[in-house]
Each structure stands twice: as structure tokens, then as C-alpha cells.
């Protein structure tokens, strides 16, 4: 799975139906770093679901 970061939040590519973030071009990767939220439309990490 690639992955993008937006607004310091990473986003599925391509990414999903549900979710308003807008590829343009951000560096790809397949990782997820530390520090960074997780969108919960494109990775389906709802909130209060790890809690």
C-alpha cells in the first residue's frame, strides 16, 4: 500500500472514496513515520477505536 502525507496526516494512494484529501504530487512511501496521525477514511482507524 502507498502512502502520502497531507497536513500531517497520511493518506492511502489513491485515496479513498470517503476521504477529501487531495493527491498533488506529495512524496509516496510505504511506511507510516512517527508523529504522524492516521486519516480514519483512508486507513479505517476510527476514532476511539484504539482506546
Not at 492511502?12 to 512524496?27: F, G, L
Request: proline content about 10%; aromatic content about 10%.
Amino acid at each position: 500500500m502507498l502512502l502520502f502525507i497531507k497536513q500531517n496526516k497520511i493518506h492511502q494512494y489513491p485515496v479513498a472514496k470517503r476521504c477529501s484529501a487531495v493527491y498533488q504530487q506529495e512524496p509516496l512511501r510505504d511506511t507510516i513515520p512517527h508523529g504522524v496521525k492516521q486519516c480514519p477514511y483512508c486507513l479505517n482507524v476510527w476514532p476511539g477505536m484504539k482506546e
